[in-house]
């Protein structure tokens, strides 16, 4: 190798040296923050998502079912979120709503405009249990 070959082979391996520090306090900086953890992976899952909805537009099917099965998924999820939360939710009222939250995931599309009112009125009622429990 000739000199500029050895100078550039030389910085290209410090450029990477210092990558890899900050990636590595980046990823301590996200372990030790859920805040942060949660908004990068919640990114991808909605892009996930879209694509879906995406796809079912293109080839006729139900696309408007799979958008509030998703809204619906999300509600849920913050409704897990709340319960954990609040010390007076009991431990029976967060292992329903997170029973109905797995079948709500595990729903095809074919029962899902039956079903899907069902999920409707449990999460309001699972939001009126967590909004009115007193410790």
């Known amino acids: 190798m000739n000199r500029e070959e050895k100078v550039f082979v030389k910085t290209n391996l410090v450029k ?3 990558g890899l520090i900050l990636l590595w306090f980046s990823y301590s900086y996200i ?13 991808f899952q909605v892009l ?13 099917t139900n696309s408007e079912a799979f958008q509030k099965k998703y809204d619906y998924e999300k509600t ?17 009222v967060l292992a ?3 029973e ?8 095809w599309l074919k029962t899902l405009d039956q079903n ?3 999920y409707m009125r449990d999460a309001n009622k699972y939001k009126n249990m967590i909004d ?3 410790k």
């Open 116 to 118: 899907l009112p069902g």
């Open 76 to 92: 849920y999820g913050e409704l897990i979120n709340m319960a954990e939360n609040k010390p007076c939710v009991g431990s029976g």
């Open 100 to 107: 109905t939250y797995r079948n709500l995931k595990n729903e």
């Open 16 to 18: 990477l040296v210092i």
């Open 96 to 98: 329903q709503i997170d």
């Open 48 to 60: 996930w998502q879209r694509a879906v909805v995406y796809v079912h537009k293109i080839t006729n």
């Open 31 to 43: 372990l030790n923050h859920p805040a942060e953890k949660a908004s990068i992976f919640s990114g």
């Open 132 to 134: 009115n429990c007193s």
